[in-house]
């Protein structure tokens, strides 16, 4: 895994491309960096940049055909920068590379996995950061089940401050 231990917050870009448009189901973009920053500290790569673009089918298509050689929609695709941390210059954050979330298939997966749309937003975002801190699940059933742990960790935070806003007690 990579790790980038610093007390720095992550910087994040969000961006939208097609016809992807937020705010998406209450999530704003300021709600996207805010948990794209702490989910950085709990994977250990804070100090860093990244860059989040929420898209929609027929464009994470056409990446996924071209980078992956598979024709079809996905819903999370991360690009590492680098594969190994690079020599940085001091005060500039390493860039670790971009995520490309299909919003329209975390809407079709919210009601498949009888979840609201920003908790599986959520879910993917947190998915491709943890691909852009080293953890891959194609590696090994145990990479599986160590990124899925992960995952389910990060998640649990991030959905119980969603959770608490849209149901206040």
Do not use: W
């Not at 027929?58 to 594969?83: G, L, Q, W």
């Not at 860039?95 to 997966?109: D, H, K, P, V």
């Amino acid at each position: 895994m990579r790790k980038r231990l610093t007390s720095k917050k992550a910087i994040i870009n969000v961006f939208l491309e097609g016809r992807a448009a937020l705010p998406f189901d209450g999530i704003t973009r300021r709600r996207i960096k805010s948990s794209a920053e702490r989910a950085c500290e709990m994977a250990g790569v804070s100090g860093t940049s990244m860059s989040v673009i929420l898209t929609d089918d027929d464009r994470i298509t056409a990446i996924n055909k071209r980078y992956r050689n598979r024709n079809r929609p996905t819903d999370v695709i991360s690009f590492v920068y680098s594969e190994a941390p690079l020599p940085s210059v001091h005060g500039i954050p390493e860039t670790l590379g971009y995520i490309y979330i299909s919003l329209e298939r975390a809407e079709r997966q919210a009601e498949r996995y009888d979840a609201g749309p920003a908790e599986e937003l959520l879910r993917l975002l947190v998915h491709g950061i943890l691909h852009l801190a080293g953890y891959d699940h194609e590696r090994s059933k145990l990479d599986e089940t160590i990124m899925r742990e992960k995952e389910i960790e990060m998640l649990r935070p991030l959905t119980r401050r969603l959770s608490s806003r849209s149901n206040p007690t």
